[in-house]
């Protein structure tokens, strides 16, 4: 059995994963790239709930490129910042 998988729907599970607690914590947050706003991808129509899951969007450039998803998280209690990108 073979299962394709599209560039948004592994996108959103990275996010899932990486960011289990981010609608429960103010600490910490993670954008997705605008060219994840399009209603479709290679002819397949992105549902809203996976559209939804990749929320909030943002254009993203940093010196090495550009992600597709960026996320901030509070580290520990010294309140140090970790700052996670992800290219799929």
Not at 8 to 25: E, F, G, I, M, R
Not at 54 to 60: M, S
Not at 64 to 69: K, Y
Request: aromatic share 8%.
């Amino acid at each position: 059995m073979t299962a394709t998988l599209t560039e948004p729907t592994v996108l959103a599970a990275a996010k899932d994963t990486l960011y289990p607690t981010l609608h429960d914590s103010a600490n910490h947050y993670a954008v997705t790239e605008t060219q994840f706003t399009q209603a479709t991808w290679g002819g397949w129509t992105i549902p809203e709930e996976l559209r939804n899951r990749l929320a909030p969007y943002n254009t993203i450039r940093l010196a090495e490129g550009e992600p597709d998803l960026l996320g901030v998280t509070e580290c520990g209690s010294f309140g140090a910042t970790a700052l996670t990108s992800v290219r799929s």
